[in-house]
Structure formats: structure tokens, C-alpha cells
């Protein structure tokens, strides 16, 4: 198995407040990328990184952010949670930009925003 | 704007029996395509894959079938496994920087 972790696996948070999820890799893999997945919608992309300090947004990136410090940490912040932002969050890494049978996906952090 | 459709939610078949999981897509542009299966409380993992040059990929018990005149692709298991039982996702790029996803379709295979 890739070397994926997130952290937290679950939070429950109120609106309002700031969240952070954190995706950790082992593989030095040069790109990451956040999703969140919701029923009737699979899989869709908050942002993606292409290296340290280096980061663009995907097709739903309104109301959150990203910084990338160090090669192995990926962080997705949501500066204000609403409710709609109740997801399930997945990290994916991959060495090359559009491999995508080469992206690996980490388990996934359960965000409930009350 | 759903550009990848998977208008399936669930699909049941029997231990042995072929599955046959439909895909369509709307974004002429997309140009690769994959599935990826997922258990639950795992991340998605990548299945198998097929360019839009080609309109057949085998590997293992799986195929996955492209249609480009009709904008449609399927992934056929043969013969179906118990552990086969999973979320499947069809994905979709347009070059080599965006992905986007079908809602997913849940098989169960019956022993």
C-alpha cells in the first residue's frame, strides 16, 4: 500500500468554525491532490499541488484553501465550515501530473459540520 | 454539470455471472478514462484504464469497453467474485490536469 495518511479519520465541528485536515505521504511523490466525495456526485477536485509552496485549484475550490510547507504534507483548510461542506475527504498522490493509474488515494477523513 | 454518468446506483449478480457496469459522458474532450473500485472506508483504487484510441482493454477478468460515437464505456467482470462487491467509479480526463468522476455504482455479487 502507498504510504497515504490523513488525519483526522472523523471530526464533527459546528459551523463557523476553522478546520484542518491533514494528508501525510511516504512515497515523495511530486503532486497531491484534495477530493471530497458526496452521494449522487463521486469523487470532485478541491485542489491539487505540484509542489512545495506550489498549489491551483480543481473544479470545486470555493470556501477552501491549501498549503503545501514540505513535500510530504498536504493541508486543507476550511476557514469558516458549513454544513455543506459535510463530505468525505480523500488525499491522492501521484509521482506525474495526469498519471492517474498511478494516483494513489489515502483513506479518507469523515467531516461532519453540524 | 454531471459530464461522467454512472445512471446505475447498485447492481446485484450471481457468484460466477458476468457484471457488466455502464459509464456514459457527456465532454467530448475526455480522452482517458478509468475505473477505480472502492471498499468502504478505503480510498478508491485504481482498476484499469483505456485511452480514446483504442475501444477494448483486457486485463484479468476485467475489459473495459469505449464507444466514442456514443460517448459511452462499461467495464465487464468475468467471471464475478464475492469480493468484487464494491463501490465502482468511472472517470473521465480531458488532458492532464483534471479528472472528473461518475456517482458511482454498488455491485453485489451473490455467492
Known amino acids: 500500500d502507498a504510504g497515504i495518511t490523513q488525519s483526522p479519520r472523523h471530526k464533527v465541528t459546528e459551523t463557523g468554525t476553522p478546520v484542518t485536515l491533514r494528508c501525510h505521504q511516504t512515497?515523495?511523490?511530486?503532486?497531491m491532490y484534495w477530493y471530497r466525495q458526496d452521494p449522487g456526485h463521486g469523487l470532485r477536485l478541491i485542489h491539487y499541488?505540484?509542489?512545495?509552496?506550489?498549489?491551483d485549484k480543481g473544479e470545486v475550490s470555493d470556501g477552501y484553501s491549501v498549503s503545501r510547507s514540505k513535500t510530504e504534507d498536504f493541508l486543507l483548510t476550511l476557514e469558516s465550515a458549513t454544513s455543506s461542506q459535510t463530505s468525505v475527504y480523500f488525499c491522492?498522490?501521484?509521482?506525474?501530473?495526469?498519471?492517474?493509474?498511478?494516483?494513489?488515494f489515502g483513506p479518507g477523513t469523515r467531516l461532519t459540520v453540524l | 454539470d454531471q459530464q461522467v454518468k454512472q445512471n446505475s446506483p447498485s447492481l446485484s449478480v450471481q457468484e460466477g455471472r458476468i457484471s457488466i457496469l455502464n459509464c456514459d459522458y457527456t465532454n467530448s474532450m475526455f480522452d482517458y478514462f478509468l475505473w477505480y473500485k472502492k471498499y468502504p472506508a478505503e480510498g478508491p483504487t485504481f482498476l484499469i484504464s483505456i485511452s480514446s484510441i483504442k475501444d477494448k482493454n483486457e486485463d484479468g477478468r476485467f475489459t473495459v469497453f469505449l464507444n466514442k460515437s456514443a460517448k459511452h464505456l462499461s467495464l465487464h467482470i468475468v467471471p464475478s467474485q464475492p469480493g468484487d462487491s464494491a463501490v465502482y467509479f468511472c472517470?473521465?480526463?480531458?488532458?492532464?490536469?483534471?479528472?472528473?468522476f461518475g456517482a458511482g455504482t454498488r455491485l453485489t455479487v451473490k455467492p
Open positions: 491522492a498522490i501521484s509521482e506525474r501530473l495526469g498519471d492517474y493509474n498511478e494516483q494513489f
Open positions: 472517470a473521465a480526463s480531458p488532458n492532464n490536469n483534471d479528472m472528473r
Open positions: 499541488s505540484y509542489g512545495v509552496k506550489d498549489t
Open positions: 512515497e515523495n511523490h511530486r503532486y
